[in-house]
């Protein structure tokens, strides 16, 4: 199966083919990124075609779409979603949703692992999981000191990575969890991991792929 999978669930845009041969061309975000303005729209469609090239395939000769559905950035989610959306109904192709919380974890080797992507307003979207990649606590969102609580809750050593570990750092790793060093690639949703993952998903009709947006939102219906 040749198969495209991108990312936009922080301020990075990722990319990634992986052929039916196995041979994987990714382009994998720097670390800056994830602190830098979001420019998912000038970098994402680039950068899917700069790793078919390196493939040396077309559009045409895919036969999936992988697409991380968050937790994370709700702009950019919708920014990733609506392009693999368009390119599986425009190409006939399937369609598989990944959490991106999943893919980060999975760049982790850790027997606790604990992926926090920066929900903003002072909060993470963080979830737990262990060694072989099951869910010790499903995504969630809440404050890094509520965070670290569940956590410990539950495990031992965590190791902590993602933009949301890197903002709190100095709050998590004083409530005992670790954090992946600064400038280590752990921090980023990689797109390979999106494809590894999207192997072992079935996939799903374009309309029904949405983000994954476990926080409430902003507006609030007013009192009658």
Do not use: K, W
Not at 68 to 81: E, H
């Amino acid at each position: 199966m040749n198969l495209l999978g991108v990312d936009t669930s922080t301020a990075a845009s990722a990319a990634c083919v992986v052929r039916s041969d196995g041979e994987a061309f990714e382009v994998v975000p720097s670390i800056a990124e994830l602190s830098a303005p979001p420019a998912h729209s000038r970098d994402l469609l680039p950068r899917a075609a700069e790793v078919l090239g390196r493939a040396g395939i077309d559009y045409a000769d895919l036969d999936a779409v992988a697409v991380g559905v968050g937790p994370g950035a709700f702009t950019g989610l919708r920014v990733g979603i609506a392009t693999a959306r368009a390119l599986a109904g425009s190409h006939e192709l399937e369609l598989r949703p990944v959490s991106s919380l999943r893919a980060l974890a999975e760049a982790l080797d850790a027997a606790e692992r604990l992926p926090l992507i920066d929900a903003r307003r002072g909060e993470l979207f963080a979830a737990l999981y262990d060694g072989d990649g099951s869910e010790l606590l499903e995504p969630f969102v809440a404050a890094p000191e509520e965070v670290a609580e569940r956590v410990r809750e539950r495990a031992e050593n965590p190791l902590a990575a993602g933009d949301g570990s890197l903002r709190f750092r100095g709050l998590l790793e004083a409530a005992g969890v670790r954090v992946a060093p600064y400038g280590s690639q752990v921090h980023v949703v990689r797109a390979l991991h999106i494809c590894q993952l999207a192997a072992g998903t079935e996939p799903v009709p374009p309309e029904a792929v949405l983000p994954t947006y476990i926080r409430a939102p902003d507006a609030r219906p007013s009192s009658p």
